[in-house]
Each structure stands twice: as C-alpha cells, then as structure tokens.
C-alpha cells in the first residue's frame, strides 16, 4: 500500500521569506510524486511533479520541489514567499503499477494549511 | 479551468436520500477518479472509471456507486445518507494509457459538489 505523511499540519511563514512544506512517503517500486494546491472553495491544481530524472522540480507559480529517494521526501519549496500563496498543500504519490487493473489514483496527504503573512 | 465539469456545486438534503453527482471529464481523458475531502479524513479515493468500466475502488461504502457512461461522463450516486456523508466531492480526469506502465499523467480536478446532509 501506498501512504503519503504531511508532517504539518501548518506553515506559517513571512512574505518574501522561503517556505518549506514537507512531504515523506511511502511506495512499493518507483514513486510518481505530486504537489496540488487547493485555495479556498475551489478544486486542486495542479503544481509539479517528479517522475524521473533531475531531483529538483520546476513547478507553476515559482514552486519547486526536491526528491530524495534516501530519505523518501518530496518537500515543496520557495524561495520568496507571497500572501498570495497561502492555500492548502497536498502532497500526493502514484506507484507504479506493473497490473493494468490495480488503477492509478493518486493517494494524498493530510495537507498542509500555508499561511504567509505581510 | 481544469476542464472538469461537476454538477451541482452545492446540494443540501435530509438524512435518508439519494443524491446523483455528475461530472464531465477534460476533453479526450478516458479516466475518471472520485475523490472525497471530509475535514477529519482529508482526500480519501472513492473509485475509478476507465473507458466506462470501473478500474479501481477505493474507501467507497456500499451505499455509494459509480458509474461512466459511453460518452465519458460519471455519476456518483449516493444513498440513504447520513450526516457523516456531508463534504466535498470531487471528480478528477486524466489521459491515462490504459496501461500502468509509461503513465505519468497527473489528475485534473473538478471544483467539487459540495453536500451537506441535514
């Protein structure tokens, strides 16, 4: 089974600082690694996501994210944070499935309530 | 704008009844996933549709089916409802191959169905 841990269950951090929200996990094989952002009243968007290659991920909005197989992380990053970034955080995992009938849905996080302040 | 359609987005009702949710997958996704957000359990998968048949069931109760259609679209159907089903539903779509292997799509999310159960 797979499982995803947001250790926070909030962030609070001051605009124009970097922000960290973290992200461990847990898969069977290769990890297919997710990060989607839900504001309020709204669906999740979706961030970045880290299949193979460079550890470090480019997402939307100036989010990044690093993946650390020894440590089975995937912490979403910022250098500079805006008030505007404050949302809800999930962290999500696909494994990689080697039956075409065990399904391909994401499993999440709890979430992570980001809060930047002025 | 996802592409995701989902009606209605809010629905108020009694203890007891049955609800339909509908959803409307991006343009060309043959997958279609529902997802339930509760504040105590987070994003919990429900179930998944693949080209009108059901691909992978998550923590769907018994009272709950789904359903897709030749057309593509899904209804998550809810019966004899109990406060506890009150929350957010969300239909998410991707591509999907057909096959585990090679498939990195993430999910598009709709805006949700919002239930409250009186």
């Known amino acids: 089974a797979q499982s995803v841990a947001q250790p926070e269950d909030q962030v609070n951090v001051a605009e124009g600082n970097p922000l960290t929200v973290k992200c461990t996990y847990s898969v069977s094989g290769n990890p297919y690694l997710f990060w989607y952002v839900q504001y309020p009243n709204r669906g999740l968007q979706f961030l970045l996501k880290?299949?193979?290659?460079?550890?470090l991920v480019k997402g939307s909005y100036g989010f990044e994210a690093e993946f650390n197989k020894s440590q089975t992380s995937f912490h979403l990053k910022k250098p500079s944070a805006l008030v505007s970034d404050s949302a809800l955080y999930f962290c999500?995992?696909?494994?990689?499935?080697?039956?075409?009938?065990?399904?391909?849905?994401?499993?999440f996080g709890g979430g992570t309530r980001l809060m930047v302040k002025p | 704008d996802s592409g995701v359609t989902q009606t209605p987005k809010h629905l108020i009702t009694a203890t007891g009844q049955r609800v339909t949710l509908r959803c409307s997958p991006r343009?060309?996704?043959?997958?279609v996933y529902w997802y339930q957000q509760s504040l105590d359990q987070g994003l919990q998968f429900l179930i998944q549709?693949?080209?009108?048949?059901?691909?992978a069931k998550g923590n769907i109760l018994e009272r709950f089916s789904a359903q897709q259609f030749p057309d593509l679209h899904s209804e998550l159907n809810l019966s004899s409802l109990e406060l506890g089903d009150s929350a957010l539903y969300f239909c998410?779509?991707?591509?999907?191959?057909?096959?585990?292997?090679?498939?990195?799509?993430?999910?598009?999310f709709g805006e949700g169905s919002r239930l409250t159960v009186l």
């Open positions: 549709y693949y080209n009108g048949e059901e691909r």
């Open positions: 880290y299949i193979t290659g460079d550890n």
């Open positions: 998410a779509s991707s591509v999907e191959s057909g096959g585990a292997l090679g498939d990195t799509g993430e999910l598009f």
């Open positions: 999500a995992v696909r494994g990689l499935f080697m039956n075409n009938n065990a399904g391909n849905m994401l499993t």
């Open positions: 343009s060309g996704d043959l997958s």
